[in-house]
């Protein structure tokens, strides 16, 4: 796992809704070194759910993906496990279990960062799933589950004890959902607490927050989140700044939406006329552009590619008459 993490050291975080394959794409484009695929449910799987086992489907050129499976069935997350592993073969690079999620509809089911409560349940979880794989497995977690309550430490020694070969600390609690900010030196403490990998996460905006999350923590990775939401050229910050070379300059309007087509074209490629889905980061890509309030409202009507054009072109308008 060590020989994993010291390749691939700067990593793209599974989203719901985000880490599809055009995403995917733009971000190993940029530098990522390995991306994780979205939250796959492992009930999900065992229904044998055509639209789950899509979210496993490699982007072209994508050798290897990692995987994170959620779920709070030991029974149920082992053999979903084997059945990606048996599937997947070499494209698998590592799997990883979601115990770090906060959203109230994975919660309320006893999955994500609720098995930080169970620790018996989560041990369970991590040995039934090393028991049948042969790839890595890691968990992700948080803090600790209630405000003030950290429990990262203890927990990770347990999950290693399970059998975890790496683990993966965000810096906020569970019941923070993403409020405040990350508390880096939680992910320092479980560095110090346990003697497999550790990969920070939280809040890593540029280049020099990825470099002081390092120094910091001593973490052997950073992933990268929500920071890489309508910015993918974060990763290529991030490699420069690790590498202590000068940073990229940053995007200019045109660049930023000469990203935002091609990634509406991507999306088209993979999901046909419909992309729906590109409207959340067309307005992330737009975020502080000249003209993107107004544009706002339109996005939230746009369905097709030639639709997600029409506002580009108009942003781009207008960012030229401005200059």
Not at 96 to 116: E, F, Q, T, Y
Not at 121 to 130: F, I, Q
Not at 245 to 273: K, Q, S
């Amino acid at each position: 796992m060590e020989g994993l993490f010291g390749k691939y050291r700067v990593l793209l975080a599974p989203m719901a809704g985000v880490s599809d394959i055009a995403f995917r794409t733009l971000c190993r484009e940029a530098g990522a070194d390995m991306a994780f695929t979205e939250m796959v449910s492992a009930k999900g799987l065992s229904f044998a759910n055509e639209k789950t086992r899509h979210l496993l489907a490699l982007a072209d050129g994508e050798s290897q993906v990692a995987v994170q499976l959620f779920g709070h069935e030991p029974e149920v997350m082992a053999s979903q496990a084997a059945w990606i592993e048996d599937e997947m073969g070499e494209s698998l690079a590592y799997l990883d279990i979601n115990m770090g999620c906060p959203a109230r509809k994975i919660v309320s089911k006893g999955d994500g960062s609720a098995l930080m409560k169970e620790p018996d349940l989560a041990a369970s979880v991590v040995r039934a799933v090393k028991g049948v794989v042969e790839h890595p497995v890691t968990v992700k977690f948080r803090r600790g589950w209630a405000e003030g309550d950290e429990t990262a430490s203890a927990f990770a020694r347990r999950m290693e004890e399970a059998g975890a070969d790496g683990v993966t600390v965000h810096g906020r609690f569970a019941e923070q959902l993403y409020r405040g900010s990350a508390d880096w030196g939680v992910i320092a403490r479980v560095r110090e607490a346990v003697s497999v990998p550790v990969v920070g996460n939280g809040d890593i905006r540029s280049g020099a927050d990825a470099m002081r999350m390092a120094v910091e923590t001593g973490c052997d990775a950073v992933m990268i989140a929500r920071g890489a939401e309508g910015n993918p050229w974060l990763f290529s910050q991030v490699q420069a700044a690790l590498a202590s070379e000068p940073e990229p300059a940053p995007p200019t309007v045109e660049e930023r939406i000469a990203m935002a087509r091609r990634h509406a074209e991507l999306l088209t490629h993979r999901e046909g006329r419909n992309i729906v889905r590109m409207r959340k980061h067309a307005m992330w890509y737009m975020a502080g552009l000249p003209g993107a309030a107004q544009a706002r409202g339109r996005i939230n009507y746009c369905t097709t590619l030639s639709d997600f054009d029409a506002v580009f072109d108009e942003l781009l308008e207008i960012a030229r008459e401005r200059s």
